[in-house]
């Protein structure tokens, strides 16, 4: 059985870090893109990041370009979003997610983890 | 990326049929055969009904089917049931390794 088990998120003040890790069970998790999405409180979901399965190839919504990072140990079949310069419009539910191929994200995830929450406030 | 476009509500009665559509632009939604549709219920994570733009994955009832034309996609839920009642979300490749969702639908079952 797949499993995806997101863990790092907690309450952060404006302009602090973050980093949230999704460890992968069940599949082999070198041979599938990763992504992250998240969900703002009442709001609906937002693709956020993606990674290919070999890590060559990561891509990022513009709003967090420059503040976050995304990475992989295959090894450790463990994916991570390194979180900098939180924003309080940073508060969300973040979900890490399966893809159904190795190459890109976004073409479609049929695994999600089940959630973690980030809050952004002082 | 701006999100395609999905209607904020549907609704329809049991054993009827609902469509929900998804529009963006020829660098999503229309440019690839990525499209993607997920059910999410209150407080749970979302869970894949249709990819490709009209497959299901194993176990996914054959009540639910997807499908395209140009920059507008569509999912169509037959025989509705009470427990369809959910928000629905398209999801599409938009290139570059990147994806973006639609705004999300939420479906009543009367």
């Known amino acids: 059985e797949v499993q995806l088990l997101e863990s790092g998120g907690g309450l952060v003040q404006p302009g602090g870090s973050l980093r949230l890790s999704c460890r992968g069970s069940g599949f082999i998790f070198s041979s599938y893109a990763m992504t992250w999405v998240r969900q703002a409180p009442g709001k609906g979901l937002e693709w956020v990041s993606g990674?290919?399965?070999?890590?060559?190839?990561?891509n990022y919504i513009d709003s967090v370009k420059g503040r976050f990072t995304t990475s992989r140990d295959n090894s450790r079949n463990t994916l991570y979003l390194q979180m900098n310069s939180l924003r309080v419009e940073d508060t969300a539910v973040y979900y890490c997610?399966?893809?159904?191929?190795?190459?890109?994200?976004?073409?479609?995830?049929?695994?999600w983890g089940q959630g973690t929450l980030v809050t952004v406030s002082s | 990326q701006s999100a395609p476009t999905q209607p904020r509500s549907v609704s329809g009665s049991p054993g009827q049929s609902v469509t929900i559509s998804c529009t963006g632009t020829?660098?999503?939604?229309?440019?690839?055969?990525?499209v993607s549709w997920y059910q999410q219920s209150p407080g749970k994570a979302p869970k894949l009904m249709i990819f490709d733009v009209n497959k299901r994955p194993s176990g996914i009832s054959d009540r639910f089917s997807g499908s395209k034309s140009g920059n507008t996609a569509f999912l169509t839920i037959s025989g509705l049931q009470a427990d369809d009642e959910a928000d629905y979300y398209c999801s599409a490749y938009a290139g570059r390794y990147s994806g973006v969702f639609g705004g999300g639908t939420r479906l009543t079952v009367l």
């Open positions: 990674i290919s399965g070999s890590g060559t190839n990561i």
């Open positions: 997610a399966k893809e159904l191929n190795y190459y890109a994200s976004g073409r479609g995830s049929d695994s």
């Open positions: 020829s660098g999503d939604v229309g440019g690839y055969q990525y």
